[in-house]
T-cell receptor
Framework: DTAVSQTPKYLVTQMGNDKSIKCEQN?????MYWYKQDSKKFLKIMFS???????INETVPNRFSPKSPDKAHLNLHINSLELGDSAVYFC????????????FGSGTRLTVV | RKEVEQDPGPFNVPEGATVAFNCTYS??????FFWYRQDCRKEPKLLMS???SGNEDGRFTAQLNRASQYISLLIRDSKLSDSATYLC?????????FGQGTELSVKP
């Protein structure tokens, strides 16, 4: 049983297209996140949702729109894809409180050509 | 200045060596601290939390110095399977801030 699952695992698409990445967690966590890991391997938070409510929105282009239909799902839609969007996108979830780390999904490797 | 800074690496060590990673963080309000491990083309996985009193998990020892805003990880008797990137992570206001990671390669 995968705790945090993302689809698709790989995504190759042309500039200007619109694409979505889906994430689901079966851990019963209240909080979910999207992180981006660029070519230099830096992991940066993009968004966080707590029980379907957006709580963290870092400085991310508004071409990126997260949606959380329920607390077990967090999707990421990207409009008008650009070359610079190529990266690995990780979904994660956590329990409330500061003491716990996150559980990450296996990532979606997005390549924009 | 980066919020979380780590040794640049890569570290290339023989099996059985002891290796230490250092990390500093800039925000004194950071509330909790972790080391994560990331294997090539995989997701980060929690290695251990870090406490002010220091904590140990088998061959791994983590230390936190809040006054110096400094975190360390010591790996004793390193194994080939320890080869990975080690990420220093701090929790600030409910979000995890990651360092860039230090790559470790353990050679036979």
């Amino acid at each position: 049983d995968t705790a945090v699952s993302q689809t698709p695992k790989y995504l190759v698409t042309q500039m200007g297209n619109d694409k979505s990445i889906k994430c689901e967690q079966n851990l019963g966590h209240d909080t979910m996140y999207w992180y981006k890991q660029d070519s230099k391997k830096f992991l940066k938070i993009m968004f966080s949702y707590n029980n379907k409510e957006l709580i963290i929105n870092e400085t991310v282009p508004n071409r990126f729109s997260p949606k959380s239909p329920d607390k077990a799902h967090l999707n990421l839609h990207i409009n008008s894809l650009e070359l610079g969007d190529s990266a690995v996108y990780f979904c994660a979830s956590s329990t409330p409180g500061q003491a716990f780390g996150y559980t990450f999904g296996s990532g979606t490797r997005l390549t924009v050509v | 200045r980066k919020e979380v800074e780590q040794d640049p690496g890569p570290f290339n060590v023989p099996e059985g060596a002891t290796v230490a990673f250092n990390c500093t963080y800039s925000n004194s309000a950071s509330q909790s601290f972790f080391w994560y491990r990331q294997d090539c083309r995989k997701e980060p996985k929690l290695l251990m939390s870090v406490y002010s009193s220091g904590n140990e998990d088998g061959r791994f020892t983590a230390q936190l110095n809040r006054a110096s805003q400094y975190i360390s990880l010591l790996i004793r008797d390193s194994k080939l399977s320890d080869s990975a990137t080690y990420l220093c992570v701090v929790n600030q206001g409910g979000k995890l801030i990651f360092g860039q990671g230090t790559e470790l390669s353990v050679k036979p």
